[in-house]
């Protein structure tokens, strides 16, 4: 496997937004292929996501994102993974875990502090990838977000 970081206008990237969309339908959300690439294009083209795709055989079968944070109390940055996503017929290749050794290394080489990523409590799958890596829930902290548009 081949992994490549992803920016509109290359290749893979239209491979990656299918993904990214049936990531979204995976989640529950209808089907918005076009919708789904122009959000991806314009997150990755203002900085705040990156994505890196996992290839094979020349075409990308999972995708990870990220974003850089400022880790301000203790002035350094914090990557967070925001979305992992691979192919159903291309899960338990090891897909999953080269992408999260990607995230992981570089984040680690750019001085990072801490990666951290969120995932859906009943994801037994992804909870066993993420332990195996050493990632541990985070005690003390609760996690609260204010909607701003209406449900």
Excluded: C
Excluded at 28 to 33: I, N
Excluded at 100 to 124: F, I, K, M, Y
């Amino acid at each position: 496997m081949t992994v490549l970081a992803v920016d509109p206008g290359q290749p893979p990237f239209d491979r990656v937004a299918e993904l990214f969309d049936a990531y979204r339908v995976h989640y529950g959300l209808p089907a918005a292929p076009a919708a789904t690439r122009r959000w991806l294009a314009e997150q990755l083209t203002a900085g705040r996501l990156q994505v890196t795709a996992g290839v094979r055989d020349g075409r990308a079968h999972g995708f990870v994102t990220r974003t850089v944070l400022p880790a301000s109390l203790l002035l350094g940055t914090a990557w967070m993974i925001r979305d992992l996503y691979v192919d159903p017929a291309h899960r338990r290749s090891g897909l999953a875990r080269e992408l999260l050794r990607h995230v992981v290394d570089e984040a680690r080489a750019a001085g990072a502090l801490r990666v951290s990523l969120q995932t859906e409590p009943d994801n037994a799958a992804a909870l066993r990838l993420y332990a195996g890596f050493g990632f541990r829930p985070v005690d003390g902290l609760k996690s609260l977000s204010l909607p701003l548009t209406p449900a």
